[in-house]
């Protein structure tokens, strides 16, 4: 079965710092991958996906995620964290069988950015 | 950026109540879905569906659950007797096809069961 780990709970990080938040699936073949971020009071937004090919992908608002097999790890990325990067994101996983039909999510990572 | 709209924001019933959560997907998209949080807890799916019947569902949707797509624009998800771990928050999701196509989640509907 699909799952999704992050390890992550709450993550603080000062503005203008770097940010990598931590994701590890458990899927037999290759997935489909995705993370999303939930602003307060918001629906969840897609930042990334990956599918398949370049294993490094490009996503909104700056972020990139690495799509690591042998490390089973899809952790998400930032150069330089902003203020309105402040939210909870979730990666998820998706079963290429199903055609992604129902996404597994993490437990999500909170971040907070601190001026 | 087109949206997927969920009603009410918040909804309160009392134990053994039936509710109805609406979702209007974004127009031309043709799967639709029902996920859920728990406070603290995991994005779980429940249902998706597709061409007018259920694709699949997870153990979470039992006998108590069911969607409906009333009139073509509307979603809607039905509990027929709300139980208190019912409580969560309620989202809504449409994309136009599969898998490669991106999800667009409603902000969600916080059920609170009393």
């Known amino acids: 079965a699909q799952s999704m780990t992050q390890p992550d709970i709450h993550i603080t990080v000062s503005e203008g710092a770097s940010l990598e938040l931590r994701c590890n699936y458990s899927y037999g073949a290759t997935p489909y991958l995705f993370w999303y971020v939930q602003s307060p009071g918001q629906g969840l937004q897609l930042l990334l996906k990956?599918?398949?090919?370049?294993?490094l992908v490009q996503g909104i608002k700056g972020f990139e995620a690495e799509f690591k097999r042998s490390q089973s790890s899809f952790n998400l990325r930032k150069p330089s964290v902003h203020w309105s990067d402040a939210a909870e994101y979730f990666c998820a996983v998706g079963a290429i069988e199903t055609g992604a039909n129902n996404l597994f999510f993490g437990t999500g990572t909170r971040l907070t950015v601190i001026p | 950026e087109p949206e997927v709209t969920q009603t009410p924001s918040h909804q309160v019933t009392q134990m053994g109540q039936e509710v109805i959560l609406r979702c209007v997907p974004i127009?031309?998209?043709?799967?639709f879905y029902w996920y859920r949080q728990i406070l603290g807890q995991k994005v779980e799916f429940l249902v998706s569906f597709y061409n007018n019947e259920i694709s699949e569902k997870s153990e979470i949707f039992d006998d108590q659950f069911s969607v409906e797509r009333p009139d073509g624009s509307n979603f809607t998800l039905k509990i027929r007797s709300t139980k208190l771990e019912d409580s969560a928050m309620y989202f809504c999701?449409?994309?136009?096809?599969?898998?490669?196509?991106?999800?667009?989640f409603g902000s969600g509907t916080q059920l609170s069961v009393l």
């Open positions: 127009s031309n998209h043709l799967y």
């Open positions: 990956y599918f398949s090919g370049d294993t």
């Open positions: 999701a449409s994309r136009w096809g599969q898998a490669n196509e991106k999800l667009f």
